[in-house]
């Protein structure tokens, strides 16, 4: 579905609003999407949709999921979230998890950046090296 310029323009608007020290208030969210669907301006469900689009977004962008062979340390987790919120700002939303398929190492996904620092990592590289 091809969206209007302006129903992109108010969207873009609309998702500012939204913002409360650069991190998006869910607050803020509902009574934007609850004020448009009331209103009901020209073209609101393109509105809407881009809208949509733009939340989801932002959410990935601030969801980081760390992934470990161990349950890591509270200390190390401590250190890992310092280090993701410094490079990533604030609001960032991080989720430990343990998967004995990683062999060793960590891999720390933040929206569509992967670091990969995990043995398994290492043997694929190797594999697709030969």
């Known amino acids: 579905m091809k969206i209007p ?11 500012r609003e939204c913002l409360k020290n650069g991190v998006l208030d869910e607050s803020a969210v509902r009574a934007a999407v609850q004020r448009v669907i ?18 989801k977004l932002d959410l990935e962008r601030r969801s980081a999921r760390v992934e470990s062979v161990q349950a890591l340390s509270p200390d190390l987790q401590e250190q890992i979230r310092n280090r993701l919120a410094g490079a990533y700002g604030p ?12 062999i060793g190492g960590l ?11 995990s043995i398994r990592a290492r043997l694929d590289d190797l594999q697709n090296a030969f």
């Open 5 to 15: 310029k302006q129903a992109r323009s108010d969207a873009k608007r609309l998702f």
């Open 107 to 117: 891999r720390v996904r933040v929206g569509c950046d992967v670091y990969d620092g």
């Open 91 to 102: 609001g960032l939303n991080i989720s430990f998890s343990q998967n004995p398929a990683l």
């Open 38 to 55: 009331e209103t009901k301006p020209r073209g609101y469900l393109a509105v809407l949709e881009h809208f949509k689009r733009l939340v």
